[in-house]
């Protein structure tokens, strides 16, 4: 196995009063994120900026994540926007050697790319079933994969998951979502046995309903907004800058011995 000195586990301070915001810090760091041109996607890429990370973003289509490479750039990062069909295994790993050469390594991964299609399930078509599973599953194991075997090589490296309360829970008219991100969940363990002793750590981030494009036909709704509120015990939607911290702590020093996790950000939704 080889490390990169610059991130042996050694050297951090062994008292943790004295750590700081080192647990924190993403200098030096280049995070890829799928998805990556709006709604979650977006909010991760600017809390990895601003945590120090130079940022990758990718998306079927170069126009948001253009805008969100130029807007990190603002912030004084290095950034660089890649297209790529997460569905497509030439695409993906095209994508992850690109960002290779143009970064000179990759050091975190987050697998945010999806989407849903909200019918019952003697309504939904199977076709509308498997494009679902393979944006938020297939797309997890390609990029995953493509990651894991730069991380695996160089000896470290963090993949963050995007799951969903959907791993713990179920609604009507989400099959195909639900499934899937129940699926990440055992990918997501998975992929940390198989590489924990190559220094990768991978991880699950599941949040809640928070207020984004992919949300919108759901808080558009009075009665089922309602229902989301009155189901969570702090009695409102998330907002995408709450999973800003969680994000940065699954990328750093912090979580450097967790790994096969799920980290739930639900309001306590979950709880019941």
């Keep these: 196995m080889t490390t990169n000195s610059s991130f042996d586990h050694p050297a951090l301070p062994e008292r ?3 750590l700081g915001t080192q647990l924190f810090d993403l200098t030096g760091r280049v995070a890829l994120i799928t998805g990556g041109g709006r709604g979650l996607g977006e909010t991760f890429a600017y809390a990895l900026a601003a945590a120090g990370a130079d940022i990758v973003v990718s998306s079927r289509s170069s126009g948001e994540i253009d805008a969100v490479a130029a807007e990190v750039r603002a912030m004084g990062r290095r950034a660089e926007a890649i297209t790529c069909d997460i569905t497509d295994e030439a695409s993906v ?3 992850v050697t690109e960002a290779v050469a143009r970064m000179g390594h990759l050091d975190i991964l987050v697998n945010n790319a999806g989407m849903n299609i909200r019918k019952p399930i003697l309504e939904i078509t199977l076709e509308e079933w498997q494009r679902v599973l393979d944006t ?5 194991f390609l990029a995953g994969r493509a990651a894991g ?3 695996v090589a160089q000896g470290h490296g963090k993949v963050i ?3 969903s309360i959907f791993v713990n829970t179920a609604l009507p008219a989400q099959g195909p979502y639900a499934s899937s991100k129940g699926a990440i969940m055992q990918l997501t363990r998975v992929m940390a046995l198989e590489w924990a002793k190559n220094g990768v750590q991978v991880n699950l981030l599941s949040p809640t309903y928070f207020e984004t494009a992919m949300t919108r036909p759901v808080y558009s709704d009075p009665t089922r ?4 509120e009155e189901r969570t015990p702090m009695g409102r939607w998330g907002q995408p800058h709450e999973l800003a911290g ?3 702590f699954l990328a750093g020093h912090g979580s450097d011995f967790m790994t096969g996790q799920e980290l739930l950000i639900d309001g306590g939704y979950t709880a019941w």
């Design 16 to 18: 943790p009063e004295l």
């Design 93 to 95: 790993e095209a994508m």
């Design 136 to 140: 938020n599953l297939k797309g997890y």
């Design 149 to 151: 075997r730069v991380m």
């Design 161 to 163: 998951n995007i799951g």
């Design 225 to 228: 907004k309602a229902f989301i």
């Design 246 to 248: 969680s994000l940065v």
